[in-house]
């Protein structure tokens, strides 16, 4: 028979911290607690698995339940002396939920149950009137809002308990509660409850028992209500998952000057600095420490405490309390962030959990516990969470900052932004010009947004993938970006954005400020303080560590000299992906492209390629440069070619001047490119196959850039990449016109370059073919992102409209465009690693996708042997860390 | 060491029927002739690996083949007592191609070559001076022409040797050729030599082995010329297959009286009867038969003969062409087609082929040569050519007329059509009604021209594949259809079309009448008469062989009840995919369907959705009850909603009216559902996960027919589909709705009804995880058009952009939408099945793509172990016939 109940208290306990899927994060903590021996309230905690039984039961309970809590609740009396529901020797607890995460706030509480009139007039008499009577109100109050409903029906309705309350203070002359004599107090208890009788139609229960039941509901009903439905939606939290409830023996921070109630961090969690760090607040309730009532103390004395720390008002308290941490962080080998309430002298733990940390403060506090012994290397590098490093790497929001968080979009480049809303890259442009900061906010974003998107602090857009234009371009800036924002609805007319939450419309006009967070997807509004990046010392230990670590290579995708040189000083071992068309939106190109597309004959093109070639040739002698020794992938020109057209008449009207004929004629020519599915159109080595001359033309300005580099005295490794190959004859005709390209440029310029002939993996076809494939490539490059299109099916600018519903829905669990699918995709690469290396074993494998900075996808490549991972700039310590992490897990 | 040239003659060979790659068809057949002991003139043949590496060594041949041609000289002159070259005892020869297949007239021959003067005197002596000149001058003008290359330079230009000869005549006052003398025609050889010299620089070269070289060399070169190339590109020739050069002593059916040439056919081409039938001219060459100069007369004796026939005038020789006829026959055991020449009494064979046939002799044939016991009855089935079943089938344009094709484009529907061209379906329609026969030329079509595409006799297009729109309507229809041909340029403004052919502009104007072949592809000017369709009782003994043979079921793909009536009767065994889209473009539901989706909630949704309910119902019912006793696979809403939305401005308004909203509104609805991909975007099972009502109200539609139909008596199976499913976890949450939902209705009706769910199977993802989905699907159906689409990464719409170039250049050997891509997609498929199965042994496996109706196709289906296939109603006959071939091959 399944166990329901899981008790603990004085030194023992049913759960262990091991169990938060069970207990939740609460119960886990509470048990391992007293599992050392620590002091903790006696209590037990009802699982998780009884809030799933809840809702797909119609609201009921095992049949087991009741009696287990029954036994529960004998345990606790035997171990805290009071009884609860006993009027002469009443034990009063607490309710609480527990999610396997922590909902901060989300789901409700209530305090002090188990109280009546007969229990409070002896509560009156064994401690103190005023403080029993007051918790009775108290109780009364919190129970009638959150388990019978008595709240607000409307906005501009009052909270019906303050009114009462309040006009008792005027009665009274009283300006605060604490005026309130304990005789107000029961008063207002008794006038809550006949509120209630009167409002509801229900008398206030009596019976302890009943409170009890009524609050285990009540916590079980809080995990679906809209706020909670409404969090996870936005954090991707299942619901079925569930809460616990944990039911406890309260402790009062609040009966006296020898009570107070605190949180503690057992190291500095913004540093990461070893020392004690909190606060606490004398004769207070934990709930008042957060409301912010008074301002709370530090726990620990300096200079700036004045005496007024916990290690000087309460030192004996405070010396058990410094015992009980570093047996905690000792036992946890992590920093641990722990609650703790001192009633009449007496210490009592209410929580412990690892506490949350900023990335220094992570960094600086893996490094100094493999100092201080406390933990391994291996321990330190395995522990650090890899996405965080974007910390360090960007300005980040303050996290200590209060924000208002109204959406949430793909976290599409990490970093944040502050700045005023534009909608249109040329006011981008303007305003910065002026010096103000702003933000380019836009449906979606194209190549002719570039100058805006490089005038802007960050981009936000409503359409669009991790990998759509506006993600990938702002990668690539290390600029902020959250894309695919769904619940943007963008009005350029008005200039301005609406965003419907909860019924309720929020506008955002041109002008207004906005925060960004690039790493959490986080539309914020007004400012939020941001943090400068920095990288310490300890920073460079890490990485040391972490090299040596891993197996898996990691390079970088970079378009420019200076992504290059940037992703080369955050550790990139070469770039695995040079795309040779970002190239073309360059503003001193552009047209030579749209010559080039809009040629109506090979002569006409091959005029418009002639002018590209120094152009590119160019572009290349700089990437070679910037990255000399180490290798360099070039990508031959893969987008369908409308993508380079221009919509707009100006441009239209240049490019008809350029090729000498009328605008008429370019688009119809334009529209004569249109495609029904661009993506599975006349693109990759489609285009090289039908129009030879715009790859030999691309072949010969790799091969000439680098002979000039080579001639400079640097080193060159080009890698020259085919896309989009789907049969083994797309390959070895293009090899073949690749290297005879070569060899005429280097027969001209009587030098010899070592290069190599690869080919991206990004059909399912070329997965399944892969050995006839190896024949003829020296390397193969998967290309994730079109390799998720194809073999799931879904186009990523269109995923949008259904694909957050799958994640919500926990079809698909994570975005298969930001983690690689394992399960499905996974075997088609593989299949290819596998038969790719039946022919040719030592065939160089790698994976060149926006997958390659993503952590869970980096361990899949290491597992599945490839040689190494390419991404963006930013993503390059990423990268190096999880690389590590997956060599070190399966070591 | 490799052998280049092949003898033949006097009953024996080193070549044989089985050589036709190496040496041709014409160098096969006359080496198995020999072989056979039949008179066959002394020769040889040189391969087609000489005509390879001719192209491949600039246009120079082996080393060893000068003494291979050599000693083959040598053989012929043993064997013809005449010796080439020889002045006192001369041989003359003919110089011929043959590629592996037939490509009447479009490459060179050389006749009566091995002359010079001394020669044609010395034959002037030992035959007749006349016949001795005229060959002689004949010879000139042809190799002057054909080897030396002296031709009309522009349209305007005489040919310099008809001016010449013009000129004789009108100094002899000679009306014809043959009332010039032998010594004009001396006269002639010696002025057409002159000219050559004069115009060209060169002199005729004297030396026959010489002319010789010149002839073969120029017999190779016409394999690239351009006329052979544009034939090859209109029929998928490879150009590597190159061409064998036959060199053959000359017999002369113009010497006289007692000489003649003729071609005749073992059986009857056009019917299949069993009599010989041929045409023979007495006193000509073979060449005059074909230029049409007098009118040939019929081999065989019949009262229509008039005492003209061989049979008649030549009796001997006619007995002995009998004998040899029905060797031959039984021989090859198949109907031949066989050229002859009758020298001075004495017969000569030159060719034998197997002969091409109309689909109705091909059926008598086979049928009636299984009752004479020369082939069993599988290889009678083996023999049929499935895809010219159509011709029974459909009507067909008569194969005997004159026909001026001027493009080729995509088979996409059989049958054929004559009429004015018309480019608006308005137009086709008004047209129709007033009785005249149009054919519907489109650059694409949608749904809005469906009724244009009913009014017209056949449809053509410029663009979409064998599954586009115009495609899968027209054969669904059993309408003619021309699909993707690109040569077209559609000019809807002046309403004519242009096709740019070898330099030249043909325009075709609205009204002007042009055929089409849809088995073909051929586009051709003007109209070319037609033979309705019939269905003989050798037909119905085929099938029944056929359908005895094969093991795979052959379904049909049918979205209304006249398909399923019309594929019933071809022998359709069920439904494999009705597509419940194709219903909701019909003219009373559109409007319904449109309100459906641009609702703006489920609410509207709803109200919308209760609209199309009975409408959907009703479709069912009609299709359950003509299909009553036979399972019918239902897909349920599978495009993308945008596919439906108007785009006009008429329709628009009615669709505001419907929804009592603006027109504004309707525009930015359906702009908000536009997707950059739509093939990868919210479509199949994505719209019943987002918008669960859809799929409710279709499956109510279904199961509520469902019972409508078997209380009539009828037995109904209904097999509930969903598409493009990726994820297991799609498919049992959308099977929970489906059961939900029938078993609501089943509750209500108080009925039960046997049905089942199944998924297609058209995304990679789903292939790799078919184990998973086969635990809740009760079958799979391929999708393979989708599934193409997929794995190779092109999108059929766009595909004619290039795919027509990749299969010229042999990447694809054949368009993957026409036949399925076994290397690539085979993979995947075989896969799905064996996963699948490996869950559920019983597992029903179909196929609903257009593939199902393409014999190769069809074969891979049953190698793979599905259980049927499906296909449009005009192919299931075709579907049966390559089902029970591929049984047979297997067995």
Known sequence: MAKFVYTFGAGAAEGAAGMKALLGGKGAGLGEMSRLGLPVPPGFTITTEVCRYHYEHERSYPASLEVEVAAALAHMATLSGGKFGDENNPLLVSVRSGA????????????????NDAIAATLSKSTDPRFAYDSYRRFVQMYGDVVLGLKPQTKDEHDPFEVILDRKKSERGAANDNELSAEDLRALAFEFK????????????DDPHEQLWGAIRAVFGSWENPRANTYRKMYNIPSEWGTAVTVQAMVFGNLGEDCATGVAFTRDPSTGERRFFGEYMRNAQGEDVVAGIRTPQPVSSSAASAGNSLQETMPKAYGELVELYQKLERHFRDMQDIEFTIQKGKLWMLQTRTGKRTAKAMVRIGVEMVAEGLITVDEAVLRMEPSKLDELLHPTLDPNAAKQVVAIGLPASPGAAVGKVVFHADDAEERAQKGERVVLVRVETSPEDIHGMTAAQGILTARGGMTSHAAVVARGMGKCCVAGCAALNVDYARRQFSINRDGREIIVKQ??????????????????????????????????????????RVRTNADTPIDAVTARNFGAEGIGLCRTEHMFFAEDKILAVREMILAKDERERRRALEKILPMQRADFVGIFSAMQG??????????????????????????????????????????ALHEANPMLGHRGCRLGITYPEIYETQVRAIVEAACEVKRS????????????????????????????????????????????????IELPRACLIADRLAESADFFSFGTNDLTQTTLGVSRDDASSFLSEYVRLGIYPVDPFVAIDREGLGQLIAMAVERGRSKKPDLKIGICGEHGGEPSSVEFCHQTGLDYVSCSPFRVPIARLAAAQAALRLK
């Open 713 to 760: 005295g640097k080193e060159v490794l080009p890698e020259i990449m085919i896309p989009l190959v789907g049969h083994e004859r797309e390959l070895t005709r293009l090899r073949a016109l690749v290297e005879a390209t070569a060899r005429r440029v280097l027969e001209a310029q009587k030098l010899s370059i070592n290069f190599t002939v690869g080919t991206m």
């Open 194 to 205: 006949a509120e209630i009788e009167n409002r509801l139609g229900v008398s206030f229960p």
């Open 511 to 552: 002008g207004d400020v906005i925060s960004l967070d690039g790493a959490k997807g986080e539309v914020i509004l007004g400012a939020v303080p941001m943090t400068a990046p920095t990288l310490d010392s300890e920073y460079g230990t890490l990485m040391k560590w972490v090299d040596a670590a891993r197996r898996l």
């Open 100 to 115: 396997r995460v922590s909902m901060p706030g989300m789901m409700d509480t209530v305090l002090n149950l188990g109280m």
């Open 630 to 671: 180490l290798p360099v992938t070039i990508r031959l020109l893969d987008p369908p070619l409308h993508e380079f057209l221009p919509s707009e008449a100006g441009p239209m009207q240049e490019v008809a001047r350029a090729l000498g004929t009328t605008v008429e004629v370019v688009r119809a020519r334009t529209q």
